[in-house]
């Protein structure tokens, strides 16, 4: 990547640098963070009890943000990518709904396991290549003459920024954390968290593991998964912001795919003159297209999650048989959420046509790169992805059109006329916030714009040779709508909806929290903690007087922060007394009841912190014990 500062900068041990990546990046930050703010005005209007909370973690949340997209090592990333995980954890609770609860629990989990998993990576790559600076990766790894250690580490790294991007098999937080978040905080954690994470895999990745084919396959595999299993429950969804969620899941699982290819090919970047220079022009219209696709990406899902904000504002409902027909006759919401649509759907002219096409000639030449060198397999496996590839595109064409011609076209059978009545749907400012947002799409549509960003992003210049409207290139793009739109009319019309209802036939038992995850916590574990007891039954004397002291200083720890929080409230705030004067003396029992009562999530929470935790030590220590054997 061109690199606008030489110089890095340290503060306090945390080491940050810019380039042109970076510096991109950065300001998309600030302009989806300017952006959601215009809009909140509106959004929360009505709301007062958790407003100050909800700003003082949000401005916390973008201070995080530029520290990972300006970070210039492995462990400066971590630590932002720690805060930010709590921050954000924030918005998802923001509601205090049962449903808002549940998708909290189960994204600070994610974010708990995840970062374990990272920090392990990074000690692992720490103590074997020696380096962390992004920069030093690639020499350090060559040079460390552990190879397999080294891939270890950088598996860990993988999974560790998978788990806030949202890759398979980590991705079970996504699509619960966005309906229940307010929606201008859904379009920074699908348009910019998510990114986060796509930002430690790349810049691990590119240039770290140039070369290993082993780990850009593992890349190229959980990319083509998420992307494709993303696409398809985003299909089933009836509800507006899960569906926005899933397709989340599914472009960034194009991104990967990415990632992987740009891995993958460079192996070959060396080989015979044909096949090597086939590998060269897949890797760099690989990444161009990469990352193209994550700003397109950004930009996209800020428009479509805050035009879905128009429908909470004003119909506290997102089921698409409840919000049905609402939007005809509001051009200022419907040409923002046209826009959004034929950009995310790579519809020539608009700008995720040009990532989505990057990213689809990579995977040919790659494939073409593979066969002149003699890796037949290797090439069948990159062609069946090209088509899965092809097939995701095309069933993100068939889902957007589902929300379009649902929201927009069609009618409600009982409440149009109140819908039509609805005039307008959001002041000016929202307005002109959510049309400003939607211009970008057709400007980055056009190939000298995004080459231009292209090249500064990534240093190289693929648009002298990429012509974005060749037909070999509108083939790949027309099939890819042409697939969408058989789907919407065979699958959605015929199988999903019934009655004039839309309805989700996903199997609700498919879903891998409920499915794997939660009784793998509630029951495997407990089961292990109990044979665990009944070993250090067996231990002699002074070994068991160890378990009650950890546990009781487990449980001074947990109950520890609810103390304090207390005991400010009754003494600095005066709570107590003035619940006494305000409250007839026979009720406080009740209230100190109630208080109780609520105070047992919050219990709850740290213990299951805590316990997240040390699971995560047990796993790090375990993993160095089996590498040291």
């Not at 080294?150 to 790294?157: D, H, K, N, R, T």
């Not at 996209?300 to 027909?325: C, E, P, S, Y």
């Amino acid at each position: 990547m061109t690199t606008f500062l030489s110089e890095q900068l340290f503060i306090g041990g945390l080491h940050f640098t810019a380039d042109g990546f970076r510096i991109v990046y950065g300001l998309i930050a600030v302009w989806m963070w300017a952006l959601t703010t215009l809009f909140s005005f509106e959004y929360f209007r009505h709301e007062r009890a958790h407003l100050k909370r909800y700003w003082f973690f949000t401005a916390a949340t973008f201070i995080a943000t530029e520290g990972v997209m300006f970070s210039a090592d492995l462990m400066t990333s971590f630590v932002f990518f720690e805060i930010l995980s709590l921050t954000s954890f924030v918005w998802v609770i923001h509601e205090e709904t049962p449903e808002a609860v549940r998708a909290a629990k189960t994204y600070f989990f994610i974010a708990v396991i995840g970062g374990l998993i990272l920090f392990m990576g990074l000690a692992l790559m720490a103590n074997t290549a020696g380096t962390l600076y992004y920069s030093e990766l690639h020499e350090a790894i060559a040079n460390s003459g552990q190879p397999k250690t080294v891939f270890a580490a950088g598996i860990c790294i993988l999974f560790g920024f998978g788990a806030k991007a949202g890759m398979f098999p980590l991705h079970i937080w996504l699509p619960k954390s966005h309906p229940v978040a307010p929606s201008p905080a859904s379009a920074l954690l699908s348009g910019i968290l998510t990114k986060v994470g796509i930002f430690g895999i790349l810049m691990t990745a590119l240039p770290g593991f140039l070369g290993d084919g082993t780990f850009g396959l593992i890349v190229l595999l959980l990319g083509t998964i998420t992307m494709a299993l993303g696409a398809l429950i985003a299909l089933f969804s009836v509800n507006l912001k899960r569906t926005l969620a899933c397709s989340s899941m599914s472009q960034i699982g194009f991104i990967l795919v990415g990632i992987g290819t740009a891995v993958l090919v460079s192996a070959l970047s060396g080989s015979g003159e044909e096949s090597g220079a086939l590998a060269s022009e897949a890797m760099e219209l690989a990444h161009s297209g990469l990352v193209l696709h994550m700003v397109n990406h950004s930009l996209i899902k800020l428009t479509l999650f805050m035009a879905a904000g128009v429908f909470v504002m004003r119909l506290h409902m997102i089921n698409l048989n409840d919000i049905r027909g609402f939007g005809r006759g509001k051009p200022l919401l419907m040409i923002p959420f046209l826009l959004g649509a034929l950009g995310i759907s790579g519809v020539p002219c608009f700008n995720g046509y040009i990532s989505k096409t990057l990213l689809h000639e990579g995977l040919v030449l790659a494939r073409e790169a593979f066969a002149e060198g003699g890796a037949v397999s290797t090439a069948s496996l990159l062609h069946g992805i090209e088509w899965i590839f092809l097939i995701s595109g095309g069933c993100t064409f068939a889902y957007m059109l589902k929300l379009f011609i649902c929201i927009f076209i069609e009618k409600h059978p009982q409440k149009q006329a109140e819908y039509d009545a609805a005039t307008p749907c959001m002041n000016r400012l929202s307005a002109e916030t959510l049309l400003t947002s939607s211009l970008l799409m057709p400007l980055l549509g056009l190939p000298a714009i995004s080459g231009r960003l292209a090249a500064l992003m990534t240093g190289d210049d693929v648009f002298h040779h990429f012509h974005a409207f060749a037909f070999a290139n509108l083939k790949g793009g027309m099939m890819s709508l042409l697939i969408g739109m058989l789907v919407y009319l065979v699958i959605i019309r015929r199988f999903l909806i019934v009655q004039g209802r839309y309805v989700n036939r996903w199997p609700a038992k498919l879903d891998l929290e409920d499915l794997i995850y939660r009784p793998l916590l509630l029951k495997v574990l407990p089961k292990a903690g109990g044979a665990l007891a009944r070993f250090v039954d067996g231990l002699p004397g002074y070994a068991r007087i160890i378990m009650p002291a950890a546990h009781f200083i487990s449980r001074f720890m947990a109950l520890l922060p609810d103390g304090i929080m207390i005991f400010s409230r009754r003494t600095f705030l005066h709570e107590r007394k003035r619940q006494s004067e305000e409250i007839a003396p026979g009720q406080l029992r009740t209230i100190r009841e109630r208080e109780k009562q609520a105070a047992i999530p919050v219990v709850i929470n740290f213990s299951f912190a805590i316990m997240m935790m040390c699971l995560g030590i047990l796993i790090i220590f375990g993993v160095i014990l089996l590498l040291s054997l």
